[in-house]
């Protein structure tokens, strides 16, 4: 069966500090890969989508960056984190968009 | 551009209750909805995927259906526990994943 692991489940980072998700698949190939941010308050928000390795699109410009090293393997970085860099980042992985999507667990970033 | 919109933004019932939560959507051109249940502080879990040709599923206590000449989409509920109790969020994809705000239910013991 496929699972989607995320990692870490919390993180708490000074301002101006680099930061690096990690998000992998297991059971599947050539899956398509999403980075979401769901804001206190305030829906999720795409940011980034993969759809194989070393193609990333992004939705929305920011302070972020996204990486597709491997297939299943899916990053999210920061050179320098700012405080509206806070939120719930969640990893999601989709064969076919039309079969649904399957979300990971969640990492909650906090910028202090 | 498609708008989704949940209704209610809360909603607090006793245990044992059926309830209704409503999606309405803009834009028909859809290829699924999706709905999604978020314990606090957790990732989303995947309750049902409805595919445009289909007009409703089922799983367990849960039943969604789809309207797209309308619409609309709304979850049923069965026999409501505190169990049930978190943020339930429709999603709709048609050229990209767009997500409601969500309803946040609590099921009172």
């Known amino acids: 069966s496929q699972t989607i692991h995320q990692w870490p489940a919390t993180l708490v980072q000074p301002v101006g500090s680099p930061l690096s998700l990690e998000c992998t698949v297991e059971?599947?190939?050539?899956?398509?890969l999403y980075w979401y941010r769901q804001a206190a308050g305030r829906g999720l928000q795409l940011l980034f989508y993969?759809?194989?390795?070393?193609?990333i699109s992004s939705e929305v410009p920011q302070n972020l960056s996204a990486s597709r090293p491997q297939d299943r393997q899916f990053i999210l970085s920061s050179k320098k984190l700012l405080l509206s860099d806070s939120g719930f980042y969640l990893c999601?992985?989709?064969?076919?968009?039309?079969?649904?999507?399957?979300f990971g667990s969640g990492t909650r970033l906090t910028v202090v | 551009k498609q708008e989704v919109t949940q209704i209610p933004a809360a909603l607090s019932v006793p245990e044992g209750e059926n309830l209704v939560l409503n999606c309405s959507f803009t834009?028909?051109?859809?290829?699924?909805l999706q709905w999604f249940r978020q314990d606090p502080g957790k990732g989303l879990t995947s309750l049902l995927l409805?595919?445009?040709?289909?007009r409703e599923q089922t799983s367990g206590r849960l039943n969604a259906s789809l309207d797209k000449s309308s619409g609309r989409s709304t979850l049923y509920i069965a026999a409501s526990q505190p169990g049930d109790s978190a943020t339930y969020l429709c999603a709709l994809y048609g050229n990209k994943l767009v997500f409601g705000a969500g309803t946040i239910l609590r099921v009172k013991s």
């Open positions: 993969s759809v194989g390795i070393g193609q």
């Open positions: 409805i595919q445009s040709s289909q």
């Open positions: 059971g599947t190939s050539n899956p398509n």
């Open positions: 834009d028909s051109a859809i290829y699924n």
């Open positions: 999601a992985w989709s064969v076919q968009e039309s079969y649904g999507y399957t």
